[in-house]
């Protein structure tokens, strides 16, 4: 099977991955709850697996780095955590329904949204900025890279925007953390959301939210943490403060692994391999008679690309690739409807490709050379 679906979740991991999971499912015990060995290993992985995060994405506080079953998760605690009735948001036409969905039931308590608007090239409007700010504007959400059409987000012009008006700034990095260099520091983001299964190469069922100093949520959720449980409310200490219940210290055992892999691999080197086969693929399937291919090409991005072949339905072309090539890719909506309206393809949607660390030169010339031969049929 050629796997173009990473950007769903990486089916192939670095073998010490499965490994981690496998040895920590068979001696890691429960996480802050109780001071036997197992428990202490598990509590040792789960931090390792913190300052590793911290390392990889360029924060300085390990013990601000919350964890969550999923970005989404994450995303709902900083959203729900964050605002109050009477607060006003500014998102993107990019951002996933992750984000979209819980503006959409704050509304319901009095917080206001706003979208910042992207074109049919799926480029976003930053002059428009200005204009969408409010008084009780607070938060500034924007998605590090489109699920869609793989172009980065401008975060250099969100997070001055933000400074300037002393709005938080919330960065969705479920695409790019693991596979774009990031460093929340540096780049001034205040509230950052990761997904472990994608570019992370870790299990599913791991992610998390880093929040910088200053920043305070309400937590999501409420409950067990293992320490001061004589107290009503969550311990207002971080990581506890936003992490009630179990850890999935299994999945957190691999994710660190993974984490640890690209430490050692590189960043730089990761994002070098996925943007030459993103720019491989993109110039491969630009001749094609009846391929249309969103998005912008130049300069960096993340290993997406999405694309319509004329006559064809993305699900019946996505069956095509599956059952006569043996490629995985994704059809649908990918849950970013604003995104599809922008360029156009609501009615529609498109066929997404998303490459990996694993993906090789000879997987994307198969691919291009599928569609080329799916191009053919239809015209004849």
């Known amino acids: 099977m050629i796997y173009l679906n990473n950007a769903a979740t990486t089916l192939q ?4 991955v499965a490994r981690a999971v496998a040895e920590a499912m068979g001696g890691l015990g429960s996480c802050g709850r109780g001071g036997h060995a197992a428990e202490l290993s598990a509590a040792r992985t789960v931090y390792g697996t913190r ?10 506080c390990p013990e601000r780095v919350v964890f969550a079953a999923n970005a989404t998760q994450a995303l709902n605690t900083a959203l729900f955590g964050l605002l109050r009735p009477g607060d006003h948001v500014i998102a993107t036409d990019w951002d996933h329904n992750s984000v979209l969905r819980p503006l959409h039931a704050l509304r319901q308590i009095g917080v206001k949204s706003d979208y910042l608007p992207a074109d049919r090239q799926g480029r976003l409007a930053y002059h428009r900025l ?10 500034l959400v924007g998605t590090h890279a489109s699920n869609l059409t793989g172009n980065l987000l401008d975060v250099a012009v969100m997070a001055e925007f933000a400074r300037r008006h002393g709005l938080v700034f919330l960065l969705d990095a479920a695409q790019t953390a693991g596979s774009i260099p990031i460093s929340m520091e540096e780049m001034g983001v205040h ?13 599913q069922g791991t992610g998390g939210l880093c929040v910088a100093p200053g920043v305070e949520l309400r937590p999501l959720l409420t409950g067990g943490t293992g320490v001061r449980s004589f107290e009503e409310g969550q311990p207002a200490e971080y990581p506890e403060h936003l992490e009630a219940g179990t850890l999935n210290s299994h999945g957190l055992a691999g994710l660190g692994a993974a984490v640890d892999f ?7 080197a990761i994002h070098a391999h996925e943007q030459a086969l993103t720019e491989r693929f993109a110039e491969g399937v630009r001749g094609i ?18 694309l319509n072949l004329a006559g064809l339905d993305p ?14 890719v994704r059809p649908g909506i990918h849950c970013a409807p604003r995104m599809h309206r922008a360029l156009g393809t609501q009615d529609t949607g498109c066929l997404r490709f998303s490459f990996g660390w694993y993906t090789t030169e000879e997987d994307v010339d198969k691919a291009v050379e599928a569609l080329k031969e799916m191009s053919r049929t239809q015209c004849e």
């Open 289 to 306: 008679n009846g391929v249309t291919l969103y998005g912008i090409f130049s300069g960096a991005r993340a290993p997406v690309a999405a």
């Open 130 to 139: 200005e204009g969408l700010l409010r008084p009780e504007t607070k938060l």
């Open 315 to 328: 699900a019946a072309a996505a069956d095509v690739l599956a059952e006569e090539y043996d490629i995985a």
């Open 191 to 203: 509230l950052l959301a990761f997904a472990g299964h994608k570019s992370l190469m870790g299990p």
């Open 262 to 268: 690209i430490l050692a691999t590189g960043v730089d």
């Open 13 to 16: 991991k670095p073998p010490c």
């Open 51 to 60: 300052v590793s995060l911290a390392k990889l994405l360029g924060f300085s």
